[in-house]
């Protein structure tokens, strides 16, 4: 009956909570049809923010297919990552950054039957802000300490406001260029952070700061000026190295590979 037929639920709840998830204020119409549950219009109170979003789950013989488009505004990091499971990913957790998050969020990803997100099975785009942020034992940061600032404690780091767009691909995060303005350095980087087949970051550390322990102000201004390079790439040893790139060879190599990737993809450039 459920299957060849179609029903719509109405949900007001003063609590929801779902396995390490807990929400409150809880406002959703949800639609079942066929093979698929629609969420539509969901409200909720989540880690001291609140969450809206729109999705679909559609039930496979194997798997389930997720789709979902959200909004985030002002949600605790550790809260929110411990509560999703870092997302199905390890390149950032709960544990390595804290911080009020709002964000635009457009995923698709594939989920078991008790809500486990498969391995590297996340796609999607996340436009975020990061306010109040901290760093913790984040090992690229630390990795760039040791080669560039001998003399800094990178191993927690307080910076302004984060703002970037995210492309997620299973463990692959591409991150555009960014603007890091923390207490201890100033870093302009981009590239892509993924765990499971190699990292390769471009940093640019702008000159003005190398000979500053700290930085009296945390506001992003937008400005490199004069700078050194360096790069961030997992080595054959699996190893995360970091070098000096005075000629951007990173991002020049980063951008002749999509090419070819794209030049792989049948009917990628058909009109």
């Known amino acids: 009956m459920l299957s060849d037929g179609t029903a719509k639920l109405n949900i007001n709840a003063g609590q929801m909570t779902f396995k390490k998830f807990n929400a409150s204020n809880v406002t959703a119409s949800v639609f079942l049809i066929g093979n698929k549950v629609l969420l539509r219009n969901v409200k909720l109170n989540h880690a001291g923010g609140t969450l809206m979003l729109n999705g679909s789950l559609a039930n496979g013989n194997h798997a389930n297919i997720l789709e979902l488009s959200s909004t985030l505004d002002r949600v605790d990091i550790p809260g929110i990552f411990h509560a999703f499971d870092n997302f199905g990913q390890d390149a950032i957790t709960a544990q390595n950054m804290k911080g ?50 001998k003399n800094r404690d990178f191993s927690h780091i307080l910076f302004g406001e984060l703002t970037n767009e995210l492309e997620i ?103």
């Open 100 to 149: 009020n998050l709002s964000a635009k969020i457009k995923l698709k990803g594939v989920i078991t039957d008790k809500a486990e997100v498969y391995a590297n099975s996340m796609k999607g785009n996340v436009q975020f802000s990061v306010n109040e942020g901290e760093l913790i034992n984040f090992d690229p940061a630390i990795k760039i300490a040791s080669t560039a600032f």
């Open 169 to 271: 691909d299973g463990s692959a995060i591409t991150i555009h260029k960014m603007e890091i303005r923390s207490n201890v350095v100033i870093l302009f980087v981009e590239g892509v952070y993924d765990t499971k087949k190699g990292t390769d970051m471009s940093i640019q550390v702008p000159l003005s700061n190398l000979s500053k322990s700290e930085n009296s102000t945390l506001k992003n201004t937008g400005r490199v000026g004069m700078n050194i390079r360096l790069r961030a790439k997992t080595a054959d040893d699996g190893k995360l190295k970091v070098s000096w790139d005075p000629f951007n060879n990173a991002s020049k190599q980063r951008k002749e590979e999509s090419n070819q990737d794209s030049l792989k993809t049948p009917g990628l450039n058909k009109k």
